[in-house]
């Protein structure tokens, strides 16, 4: 495809609805992974954590407390989620030109081999992980700053008042704070990032060709049902280093600018489980929001490149 325009407008637009739809998720997942939460008694569920804090950031703050942060989500994953699903779509054209990596297709819109009806390259499983994992940690690389701010607006750590005079702040501090918790992030993105479009494009395949989607309408189902699946196995086998991302990010101490040091901490305040603090926040996160993503993203493609 070469219309990137359209896949950055589609992107942005995919980024857009999910992060206004979605950030109470982020906002308690952030404030169930930055520590210094009382260890449950008696096995307390994780659901009552998340009860708990719901309901002390309402009392305090009101219903739009849970959107504290939106500013600065919205300044991260607009652009974060249009660069990567352009360059993830230039990737997989890229790719798709050499025969080790996938089946050309030659059509802006056509079935492919399954039935499926879609705008995307259709790639081998290596294809789809090399590119998967290229474009999210590349993207992640150039707005880690954004990151970083965005994380520490869901925490209650940070008394910023402004997204300037956050940013500003963090500037003044240097490089280092800026790309804080890069290499976590990366230890996370990239083998979500493949994992996820491995699986998606598997299960969209298979999808729809038990399916046989007829209409657009009936496409899209399939793809919010891969994208779904795809996103719910991603983000499970990655969590552990999305909870070291946001503690390193969050927390000023100097213990925790070190992945090793962090993993100690995390297990001697939570034990194994607070590595997968807040796994079924961001597990309901990822599932509507690849969901939601994707769909729009195809939907609106589908629509441009048949008109």
Do not use: C
Not at 51 to 57: F, G, K, Q, V
Not at 132 to 146: E, Q, S, W
Not at 247 to 276: C, N
Not at 285 to 302: D, H, N, P, Q, T
């Amino acid at each position: 495809m070469s219309h990137v325009s359209q896949q950055l407008a589609s992107g942005a637009l995919s980024g857009l609805a999910t992060t206004v739809i979605l950030q109470p998720f982020d906002l308690l997942k952030t404030r169930m992974q930055q520590g210094g939460l009382p260890v449950p008694k008696h096995g307390r569920p994780h659901a009552s954590m998340v009860l708990a804090i719901s309901r002390e950031i309402v009392r305090t703050q009101g219903l739009r407390g849970l959107w504290r942060g939106t500013e600065a989500s919205l300044y991260r994953n607009v652009p974060g989620v249009a660069m990567y699903m352009a360059s993830l779509t230039q990737l997989r054209g890229f790719l798709a030109t050499s025969p080790h990596f996938t089946f050309v297709q030659t059509k802006k819109t056509s079935r492919n081999a399954n039935g499926s009806r879609s705008v995307l390259p259709t790639l081998t499983s290596s294809g789809n992980l090399a590119a998967g994992a290229a474009a999210r940690v590349t993207i992640g690389f150039l707005l880690n700053p954004f990151s970083v701010l965005k994380a520490r607006f869901e925490s209650n750590m940070y008394n910023y008042q402004s997204v300037g005079q956050g940013m500003g702040m963090m500037v003044r501090s240097g490089p280092s704070e800026l790309f804080r918790g890069f290499l976590a992030s990366a230890m996370r993105d990239a083998p979500h990032a493949g994992i996820f479009i491995v699986f998606y494009e598997q299960i969209k395949k298979d999808a729809s060709y038990l399916f046989a989607p007829q209409t657009t309408a009936q496409s899209s189902a399939v793809h919010a049902f891969s994208a779904a699946s795809a996103g719910a196995l991603a983000t499970i086998t990655t969590q552990p280093f999305d909870v070291i991302k946001t503690r390193i990010q969050v927390r000023p101490e100097g213990e925790y600018h070190s992945i090793l040091r962090t993993v100690k901490l995390v297990l001697r305040e939570r034990g194994p489980l607070g590595l997968f603090d807040g796994a079924s926040l961001r597990m309901s996160r990822k599932v509507l929001s690849s969901a939601i993503g994707w769909v729009v993203y195809e939907a609106v493609l589908m629509v441009w490149t048949s008109s």
